[in-house]
């Protein structure tokens, strides 16, 4: 992050903008908007200006800009089409700490304008760190479709009864559960229908008829889906934002934990073959630990929970110490992993049937149904299997499935570091020596691989 987004108050502020043109109108009509008291330095002045000036909304001097001119200014604004004043008024402004903008040259400034959703008293800006000014905007034209004109509404009301309900709750878990459903619910859709009057009393009333009383833990087993943050579903995204705590796996990627509430406490729970962060004892004592403390816990695996993630053996934990939970599934890595290596993991020509098996090595051994998986017209899926692959690789060869067999091991799949090695049941092992693949991987095995060429399509 090459900035950190802030809100200025301005009010009564003395702002100095250099500069009179279309340019430096933009600017000052943001700093009148936040209520800032504006002196303009240029020879001329635009239009717009001229008429603000008049009407006495701003000060114009009419002087080229000199370095005493920052005297007694808390911000500043440079919008000129002359390098060097740009040039003297940043370097002016940075050497007595005062917030300068040099429009359209970034390098120049200590703050940057962020393109603006005004919802007053919501604001939400969006900003591009000046890389790109258009797709910042264009962004804010897709946020003011999504976001209601009453927006702003609803942030009065939510004023208005801040103090109320922080009366009201014990603590602040509590009362933001309450504003949780508060913006979910009715009370928002009677603000956004413009029905004001009736979404402040359907408040007042939930507010009396809520109990203050210690919150009711839960916990929700996620899948965090493969590693494309875009695959996770709508639900889990929900869930995550609201979590208290969150235990995560190391499959977990980065891009979806920065999905989940900037507060909520984060337990790395990762595990990597004979390396535990914590025991699976462990973890369940965590999640009926913090459950009991009446707070929302989310156990946040990658993939799906129940498809080698042990969610089974964590809920059985759950309802025996009798603690509410909720199973949100995810995309498995075998759907998204085969999906974005354009192996379709059933095809009418090639599979009918697809399995799922993990290859994760016992005491130096597998231990499979090798004839059951040594089969033709299917494909076979492997989750934890590069360690054991030559040995998973022998077995299905000596149990009667054809060498020639296509192969494939897919790392990283679904993120920017994918990479998808095609090979053949008798060769696989042999030729992942030279790329040197690092978890996490899946190996798919049967006819359907063959269709990578031609179906490939994730760059």
Request: hydrophobic share 40%.
């Amino acid at each position: 992050m090459d900035y950190l987004p802030l809100f200025h108050k301005l009010n009564n502020t003395p702002c100095l903008v250099i500069g009179g043109g279309a340019v430096a109108s933009r600017k000052i009509a943001l700093l009148l908007d936040a209520g800032a008291n504006v002196t303009v330095i240029a020879i001329k002045l635009c239009d717009g200006l001229q008429h603000l000036a008049g009407q006495q909304k701003i000060t114009h001097l009419t002087k080229p800009f000199e370095v005493g001119d920052i005297t007694g200014f808390q911000l500043i604004i440079a919008a000129t089409d002359d390098k060097q004043v740009n040039l003297a008024v940043s370097q002016a402004a940075k050497a007595n700490n005062i917030p300068v903008n040099v429009v359209d040259q970034p390098a120049l400034c200590s703050f940057i304008f962020p393109a603006i959703i005004d919802r007053s008293p919501m604001t939400i800006a969006v900003s591009s760190g000046g890389a790109a000014p258009v797709l910042a905007r264009f962004i804010r034209a897709k946020l003011e479709t999504l976001l209601p004109h009453a927006l702003g509404k609803l942030s009065q009301l939510a004023a208005k009864y801040r103090q109320p309900v922080k009366d009201h709750f014990t603590n602040s878990k509590q009362r933001r559960i309450f504003w949780e459903k508060v913006f979910s619910g009715p009370i928002a859709d009677l603000t956004y229908q413009g029905n004001n009057e009736a979404a402040e009393q359907a408040l007042n009333t939930e507010l009396n008829n809520t109990e203050d009383k210690p919150t009711t833990g839960i916990v929700y087993l996620v899948g965090g889906g493969p590693g494309d943050p875009e695959l996770l579903t709508i639900k889990a995204l929900r869930i995550l934002q609201q979590a208290d705590i969150i235990i995560y796996d190391r499959l977990v990627s980065a891009e979806v934990l920065n999905l989940a509430r900037r507060d909520a406490e984060r337990i790395y729970a990762g595990k990597k073959r004979a390396q535990h962060t914590l025991s699976q004892d462990s973890i369940n004592e965590l999640l009926i630990h913090h459950a009991k403390q009446g707070k929302r816990v989310v156990r946040l695996k990658g993939g799906d929970p129940f498809i080698f993630g042990r969610g089974g053996e964590e809920i059985e934990t759950l309802v025996e110490e009798n603690i509410a939970f909720e199973v949100v599934p995810g995309i498995t890595a075998a759907s998204g992993c085969a999906s974005y290596a354009g192996i379709p993991l059933t095809h009418r020509d090639h599979a009918q049937s697809c399995v799922f098996v993990t290859g994760h090595l016992k005491s130096d051994s597998t231990n499979l149904d090798w004839h059951y998986l040594a089969r033709s017209n299917q494909t076979l899926v492997i989750y934890m299997g590069l360690i054991g692959l030559e040995d998973i690789c022998n077995n299905l060869v000596k149990h009667g499935l054809s060498a020639d067999t296509p192969a494939a091991l897919v790392q990283k799949g679904t993120t920017p570091d994918q990479k998808v090695i095609i090979s053949s049941l008798a060769n696989l092992a042999e030729d992942i020596i030279t790329y040197k693949p690092k978890p996490p991987t899946l190996i798919i095995i049967g006819s359907v691989v063959s269709l990578h060429k031609k179906l490939h399509w994730f760059h």
